[in-house]
């Protein structure tokens, strides 16, 4: 499964805490040992890895900001969490919005935490699920290998994965040879409900290649020592610890494991007690996902913050949403308009599907207040009620229908997507709240008067889903539709807004539009604004070049993979192992033995910590042997050929041995290489492409120019007007003094469009008489210019100079200052800059009748944006 945007933006910030968060752990792990050395008491707090990171990228100001009733926006306080016996835990959450695909970033954080943090392949993950429902989803999920949830854990781990359930059993031999991913229900880890919960703490038989024999007194002290928090069994003898022995219980495992957690659906384990309970199983990595975080109360660490911005941008959901009321009438002629849609819709999706082959089969659900088969009281509205009402008064054929409930499920294992599924109307009361959505959910139809409201806030994200990720040539089709009666309108929309905000879809208030009768003019609602040009702009024709690559004798856009990376010289990259052995990649890690068997106490020797109660031919032999395979898909997402990942490799492997490392070294240091390697490969193929890209340019192979004859996909044209959903009382943007901007492009822009420096900047130019109009671009749906890296560059604002000059500009917040992705972007409008104003490039950018050739490209930085912007306008 190839990953969105935004998903990847997600993996790169995870990736940059890993970073910190282990660089802090071995700095407090040298603190700590110089001080014990020194007979020198701790300081309270040094050894909090965990709680530094979170400091560290607080100062660097890249963790999202949430509003704060009397600060405003502030990054929320790190929450410092410990387990049993006092160690710093790394807790960390990923705000993403339903249907956003949380538990594929889950997978892939998974395997991060273990390779790029752990240096291990194997291990135990704890993955708790909130209901039955998602439960079935996910264990459905990773128990595919064909999946890709499944798939990307067996990328991390070589194909050694083994999923289990909590009854499972398994043996230490299990996590020393596979990442055994347990799914459990959030009852088993929860002590407020005792049945499930207090099954872990049994004494079971299905661990016992974890403990010393019960009566082995010698070894299981030894084991206390070791770990001091086990639970124990008192065995009745009255000389001390002789008579205690450790209980072979699942939790005692999961406390010498120490598993990394994996929260799904985290807010549902906010409280304290479940807080505790969790902790207590000693966990090495926390990683909650949610749509909607408690950060300002001091529960989670929220590292990402995806919004409904980043699914509308990548066209995962329906939009607008569109509230349909009937102020007169009942829950009958609501279904029956309801019903008249959806078959409206399946008219449509016909004619999708004979103009472009793509399969679409428009669904209703209908939400009833009543299910249960003694629950038909001719008072409220009964699933069977709907039913019969859809079959016999507007000929609904049964197959299409189908109930879902606690007690009735009709729809089973049916593949909805399937083109022979004849399913078109669900109807439920609240099974379909979490863990279900379907692409082809168009309609939601709400039966319940008296609770519209919380059913809005329920089920608004059932039929948000976009078929295939992608928006359709049918405008129909890629909107959404729910409809209610005898609600006050403004309500409706509000409880929409609302559901929106609950599912995580933060910025999407905006998309919701009113409909039907009642549908008045409240200033509150929001619906498709024109914004048209100013007057003096009205007839102005721009257009701005576009990165292209020759394409015979004529042009076409450029494609990063096709026109760059595929001419890497990959036979000429290689690994330099003095990387690695000079020690700036290699591990610094020293663990301690402790042989149960042989009862010294804990003093053991050095190597792998090593605790069992078989005897030496019992014991487990594994086979320390380098995985080529394995350790090539690591880098397949730097170098897309697998048989040069494979060379590579392999020259890394045999270059080390001829400098003395032994096959056992290679393999425990396996994971340490595989990150050396894939750093270091990843630069050189970004010099490559770079130097690519630049002797193309040189060569006019790729040229950065305007095309407006032919094909206008060659050129970028700015439009006449902007269709954007905006309330009628929404802010528009006007000087520090009260008074308007006069020389924007358009009559009006948004002040919610705009973030603290943007907006600073674009008042900025409204105030400077030297701009003739400037504009504030749609991100990531406007201008868009391509590199040598596949990510694209989409500026902030283009601005003209009188009639001759236009600028084209990209500003950074300070906290953004000299990483990897604002440096590339830096350079690439460099280059293109100078290419463009040296002349090289052909064409013209056309103001007015092309009267204007010149043009910069440039980016703003915060801490100097007012100089660099008056340096660059001066410049000729």
Same mark, same amino acid.
């Given at each position: 499964m190839e990953l969105k945007d935004y998903q990847r933006r997600v993996l790169e910030k995870f990736d940059d805490y890993v970073a910190v968060l282990k660089a802090e752990d071995a700095k407090a792990a040298k603190a700590v040992a110089a001080l014990k050395a020194a007979n020198v008491e701790i300081p309270q707090g040094l050894d909090d890895f965990a709680g530094n990171a979170w400091k560290a990228l607080t100062s660097?100001?890249?963790?999202?900001?949430?509003?704060?009733?009397?600060?405003?926006?502030?990054?929320?306080?790190?929450?410092?969490?410990?387990?049993?016996?006092?160690?710093?835990?790394?807790?960390?959450?990923?705000?993403?919005?339903?249907?956003?695909?949380?538990?594929?970033?889950?997978?892939?954080?998974?395997?991060?935490?273990?390779?790029?943090?752990?240096?291990?392949?194997?291990?135990?993950?704890?993955w708790i699920v909130p209901t039955v429902q998602i439960y079935r989803q996910t264990w459905k999920a990773l128990a595919n290998r064909e999946h890709p949830y499944r798939q990307s854990l067996e990328r991390a781990t070589g194909g050694r994965v083994k999923v289990m359930e909590k009854d499972d059993g398994f043996t230490r031999a299990d996590v020393e040879n596979y990442l055994c991913i347990m799914l459990v229900r959030l009852a088993a880890t929860n002590r407020a409900n005792n049945k499930e919960f207090l099954k872990i703490f049994r004494d079971a038989g299905r661990y016992t290649s974890f403990f010393p024999e019960v009566d082995d007194y010698t070894a299981n002290k030894a084991l206390l020592d070791v770990y001091r928090d086990l639970e124990t069994n008192d065995i009745g003898d009255e000389t001390g610890l002789l008579g205690i022995s450790v209980k072979h219980s699942l939790v005692n495992v999961m406390k010498m494991l120490r598993p990394v957690v994996v929260i799904d659906e985290g807010h549902k384990a906010y409280s304290e007690n479940t807080r505790v309970s969790l902790n207590r199983f000693n966990p090495s990595f926390v990683v909650e996902l949610t749509a909607t975080p408690n950060a300002q109360h001091h529960i989670s660490n929220v590292l990402v913050d995806v919004s409904g911005l980043d699914l509308k941008s990548e066209q995962m959901i329906k939009l607008p949403i569109n509230v349909i009321n009937l102020k007169k009438g009942d829950w009958q002629a609501t279904l029956t308009q309801a019903h008249a849609k959806r078959a409206a819709l399946e008219k449509d999706s016909r004619k999708?599907?004979?103009?472009?082959?793509?399969?679409?089969?428009?669904?209703?659900?209908?939400?009833?207040?009543?299910?249960?088969?003694?629950?038909?009281?001719?008072?409220?509205?009964?699933?069977?009620?709907?039913?019969?009402?859809?079959?016999?008064?507007?000929?609904?054929?049964?197959?299409?229908?189908?109930i879902k409930s606690s007690e009735k499920d009709e729809l089973g294992s049916d593949d909805l997507l399937d083109p022979l599924s004849a399913v078109r109307f669900i109807i439920t009361k609240e099974a379909l709240q979490e863990g279900w959505d379907c692409p082809f959910a168009y309609v939601l139809t709400l039966l319940d008067k008296t609770t519209a409201s919380t059913a809005m806030t329920q089920m608004v994200g059932r039929v948000l889903r976009q078929p295939e990720t992608r928006t359709t040539s049918v405008q129909s089709l890629n909107e959404c539709y729910v409809f209610c009666f005898d609600q006050d309108v403004q309500t409706a929309v509000e409880n929409v807004r609302k559901g929106l905000e609950e599912e995580g879809m933060t910025g999407l208030g905006e998309f919701v539009k009113s409909a039907g009768e009642g549908a008045g003019d409240t200033g509150e609602i929001a619906e498709e604004t024109i914004v048209k040009r100013r007057k003096k702009f009205a007839g102005l024709k721009i257009f701005l070049p576009k990165v292209l690559h020759r394409e015979g004798k004529g042009w076409r856009e450029i494609h990063y993979e096709r026109d760059v990376l595929a001419l890497v010289d990959w036979n000429a990259l290689s690994y330099d192992v003095d990387l690695f052995l000079d020690g700036k990649d290699a591990p610094s890690v020293t663990t301690t033995v402790i042989d149960v068997n042989r009862g010294d106490g804990g003093k053991g020797s050095q190597?792998?910590?090593?605790?069992?109660?078989?005897?030496?031919?019992?014991?487990?032999?594994?086979?320390?042997?380098?995985?080529?395979?394995?350790?090539?898909?690591?880098?397949?997402?730097?170098?897309?050929?697998?048989?040069?990942?494979?060379?590579?490799?392999?020259?890394?492997?045999?270059?080390?041995?001829?400098?003395?490392?032994?096959?056992?070294?290679?393999?425990?240091?396996?994971?340490?290489?595989?990150?050396?390697?894939?750093?270091?490969?990843?630069?050189?193929?970004?010099?490559?492409?770079?130097?690519?890209?630049?002797?193309?340019?040189?060569?006019?192979?790729?040229?950065?120019?305007?095309?407006?004859?032919?094909?206008?996909? &060659? !050129?970028?044209?700015?439009?006449?007007? =902007?269709?954007?959903?905006?309330?009628?009382?929404?802010?528009? #943007?006007? $000087? *520090?003094?009260?008074?308007?901007?006069?020389?924007?492009?358009?009559?009006?822009?948004?002040?919610?469009?705009?973030?603290?420096?943007?907006?600073?900047?674009?008042?900025?130019?409204?105030?400077?008489?030297?701009?003739?109009?400037?504009?504030?671009?749609?991100?990531?749906?406007?201008?868009?210019?391509?590199?040598?890296?596949?990510?694209?560059?989409?500026?902030?604002?283009?601005?003209?100079?009188?009639?001759?000059?236009?600028?084209?500009?990209?500003?950074?917040?300070?906290?953004?200052?000299?990483?990897?992705?604002?440096?590339?972007?830096?350079?690439?409008?460099?280059? &293109? !800059?100078?290419?463009?104003?040296?002349? =090289?490039?052909?064409?013209?950018?056309?103001?007015?009748?092309? #009267?204007? $050739? *010149?043009?910069?490209?440039?980016?703003?930085?915060?801490?100097?944006?007012?100089?660099k912007y008056n340096r660059v306008k001066a410049t000729k």
């Amino acid at each position: 499964m190839e990953l969105k945007d935004y998903q990847r933006r997600v993996l790169e910030k995870f990736d940059d805490y890993v970073a910190v968060l282990k660089a802090e752990d071995a700095k407090a792990a040298k603190a700590v040992a110089a001080l014990k050395a020194a007979n020198v008491e701790i300081p309270q707090g040094l050894d909090d890895f965990a709680g530094n990171a979170w400091k560290a990228l607080t100062s660097k100001g890249v963790l999202p900001r949430f509003r704060h009733l009397q600060h405003g926006l502030i990054v929320p306080p790190c929450v410092h969490r410990y387990d049993s016996v006092g160690r710093s835990l790394p807790h960390v959450c990923l705000k993403v919005p339903t249907g956003g695909g949380k538990t594929l970033l889950a997978a892939e954080g998974v395997g991060r935490i273990q390779t790029a943090f752990f240096r291990r392949q194997t291990g135990l993950v704890l993955w708790i699920v909130p209901t039955v429902q998602i439960y079935r989803q996910t264990w459905k999920a990773l128990a595919n290998r064909e999946h890709p949830y499944r798939q990307s854990l067996e990328r991390a781990t070589g194909g050694r994965v083994k999923v289990m359930e909590k009854d499972d059993g398994f043996t230490r031999a299990d996590v020393e040879n596979y990442l055994c991913i347990m799914l459990v229900r959030l009852a088993a880890t929860n002590r407020a409900n005792n049945k499930e919960f207090l099954k872990i703490f049994r004494d079971a038989g299905r661990y016992t290649s974890f403990f010393p024999e019960v009566d082995d007194y010698t070894a299981n002290k030894a084991l206390l020592d070791v770990y001091r928090d086990l639970e124990t069994n008192d065995i009745g003898d009255e000389t001390g610890l002789l008579g205690i022995s450790v209980k072979h219980s699942l939790v005692n495992v999961m406390k010498m494991l120490r598993p990394v957690v994996v929260i799904d659906e985290g807010h549902k384990a906010y409280s304290e007690n479940t807080r505790v309970s969790l902790n207590r199983f000693n966990p090495s990595f926390v990683v909650e996902l949610t749509a909607t975080p408690n950060a300002q109360h001091h529960i989670s660490n929220v590292l990402v913050d995806v919004s409904g911005l980043d699914l509308k941008s990548e066209q995962m959901i329906k939009l607008p949403i569109n509230v349909i009321n009937l102020k007169k009438g009942d829950w009958q002629a609501t279904l029956t308009q309801a019903h008249a849609k959806r078959a409206a819709l399946e008219k449509d999706s016909r004619k999708l599907q004979a103009a472009d082959g793509r399969y679409i089969r428009p669904i209703m659900v209908i939400r009833v207040e009543r299910t249960g088969s003694d629950q038909r009281d001719g008072k409220r509205v009964h699933a069977l009620d709907a039913k019969d009402f859809l079959m016999k008064q507007l000929s609904v054929r049964e197959e299409h229908i189908r109930i879902k409930s606690s007690e009735k499920d009709e729809l089973g294992s049916d593949d909805l997507l399937d083109p022979l599924s004849a399913v078109r109307f669900i109807i439920t009361k609240e099974a379909l709240q979490e863990g279900w959505d379907c692409p082809f959910a168009y309609v939601l139809t709400l039966l319940d008067k008296t609770t519209a409201s919380t059913a809005m806030t329920q089920m608004v994200g059932r039929v948000l889903r976009q078929p295939e990720t992608r928006t359709t040539s049918v405008q129909s089709l890629n909107e959404c539709y729910v409809f209610c009666f005898d609600q006050d309108v403004q309500t409706a929309v509000e409880n929409v807004r609302k559901g929106l905000e609950e599912e995580g879809m933060t910025g999407l208030g905006e998309f919701v539009k009113s409909a039907g009768e009642g549908a008045g003019d409240t200033g509150e609602i929001a619906e498709e604004t024109i914004v048209k040009r100013r007057k003096k702009f009205a007839g102005l024709k721009i257009f701005l070049p576009k990165v292209l690559h020759r394409e015979g004798k004529g042009w076409r856009e450029i494609h990063y993979e096709r026109d760059v990376l595929a001419l890497v010289d990959w036979n000429a990259l290689s690994y330099d192992v003095d990387l690695f052995l000079d020690g700036k990649d290699a591990p610094s890690v020293t663990t301690t033995v402790i042989d149960v068997n042989r009862g010294d106490g804990g003093k053991g020797s050095q190597g792998e910590l090593r605790l069992t109660a078989e005897t030496k031919e019992d014991a487990v032999w594994t086979e320390k042997r380098i995985d080529i395979a394995f350790l090539s898909r690591q880098l397949i997402d730097v170098i897309p050929n697998p048989w040069q990942a494979s060379r590579i490799v392999m020259e890394a492997l045999d270059k080390l041995r001829k400098k003395g490392i032994t096959e056992e070294g290679l393999y425990n240091n396996r994971l340490f290489l595989i990150e050396s390697l894939k750093n270091h490969v990843k630069e050189k193929v970004q010099e490559h492409s770079e130097s690519i890209f630049r002797a193309k340019l040189n060569q006019f192979e790729i040229t950065f120019r305007l095309v407006t004859a032919g094909d206008g996909r &060659l !050129s970028f044209e700015v439009a006449k007007e =902007m269709h954007v959903m905006a309330r009628k009382n929404e802010r528009k #943007l006007v $000087k *520090a003094d009260g008074l308007p901007v006069e020389n924007s492009l358009y009559e009006f822009a948004f002040e919610r469009d705009f973030n603290n420096l943007e907006k600073d900047f674009a008042l900025c130019l409204a105030d400077d008489h030297a701009i003739s109009w400037w504009h504030r671009m749609v991100a990531r749906q406007d201008y868009a210019l391509q590199g040598w890296q596949r990510n694209k560059v989409y500026p902030d604002f283009i601005a003209c100079i009188g009639e001759k000059r236009l600028l084209v500009l990209e500003t950074k917040g300070l906290q953004l200052k000299g990483n990897e992705d604002t440096e590339y972007k830096r350079r690439l409008m460099e280059l &293109l !800059s100078e290419y463009h104003e040296s002349g =090289m490039a052909s064409g013209e950018i056309s103001l007015k009748s092309g #009267l204007n $050739k *010149a043009m910069t490209l440039t980016m703003l930085m915060e801490d100097d944006w007012r100089g660099k912007y008056n340096r660059v306008k001066a410049t000729k």
